[in-house]
Antibody
Framework: EVQLVESGGGVVQPGGSLRLSCAASGLTFNYNFYAMHWVRQTPGKGLEWVSLINGGGGRTYYVDSVKGRFTISRDNSKNSLYLQMNSLRKEDTALYYC??????????????WGQGTTVTVSS | SSDLTQPPSVSVSPGQTATIACSGEELEYMFISWYQRRPGQSPVLVIYQNDRRPSGIPERFSGSSSGNTATLTISGTQVLDEADYYCQAWDGDSHVIFGGGTELTVL
């Protein structure tokens, strides 16, 4: 069974930084064949897509509110995904999910989700 | 980017059919996916490419799309189907979009 395990969440002051990591295990697929996302869920609210990276890692996309502050990356040799978050704001407080997509370049359905890691931005 | 609009809540009696709509101005040009999120659990993909069902998803879940509206239909709704449901699309350029979510109540 494919599992995605996130880590790196925590409490940080506004303006601070965090780096989230996601490790894929139990792989029955070639990790580098699939795009990966970070999706967040804010307390009491819905899902918000944060960022996407294609299978090869050469194309990245971001929601407008995090552009210039967050950087998504992946290491296919380690079956790992990362999200570097800088200049954090209170509104970035959320549960962050690592998610595998069915597609390689563009989204085609997010078919595997991690359990999430919590980021709290508070002074 | 295009917004996706869902009703905040839908109620259905057990055994009946639940329909959840997702509308958007440019939706006819997009493939829609649907996700189920039960309280305290991670979301699960239940429909992709408008009407395709991943392996392991019960046949009572189906999807369709026409014009600017996509629809998730749950036939013979069960109490365990009670959850939040989200539609999602790729705008064809650079953004993934989620609808605001619909809380399905089965009572």
């Amino acid at each position: 069974e494919v599992q995605l395990v996130e880590s790196g969440g925590g409490v940080v002051q506004p303006g601070g930084s965090l780096r989230l990591s996601c490790a894929a295990s139990g792989l029955t697929f070639n990790y580098n064949f699939y795009a990966m996302h970070w999706v967040r869920q804010t307390p009491g609210k819905g899902l918000e897509w944060v960022s996407l990276i294609n299978g090869g890692g050469g194309r990245t996309y971001y929601v407008d509110s995090v552009k210039g502050r967050f950087t998504i990356s992946r290491d296919n040799s380690k079956n790992s995904l990362y999200l570097q978050m800088n200049s954090l704001r209170k509104e970035d407080t959320a549960l962050y999910y690592c998610v595998k997509d069915r597609g390689y370049d563009t989204p085609d359905g997010m078919d595997v989700w991690g359990q999430g890691t919590t980021v709290t931005v508070s002074s | 980017s295009s917004d996706l609009t869902q009703p905040p809540s839908v109620s259905v009696s057990p055994g009946q059919t639940a329909t959840i709509a997702c509308s958007g101005e440019e939706l006819e040009y997009m493939f829609i996916s649907w996700y189920q999120r039960r309280p305290g659990q991670s979301p699960v993909l239940v429909i992709y490419q408008n009407d395709r069902r991943p392996s392991g998803i019960p046949e009572r879940f189906s999807g369709s799309s026409s014009g600017n509206t996509a629809t998730l239909t749950i036939s013979g709704t069960q109490v365990l189907d009670e959850a939040d449901y989200y539609c999602q699309a790729w705008d064809g350029d650079s953004h993934v979009i989620f609808g605001g979510g619909t809380e399905l109540t089965v009572l």
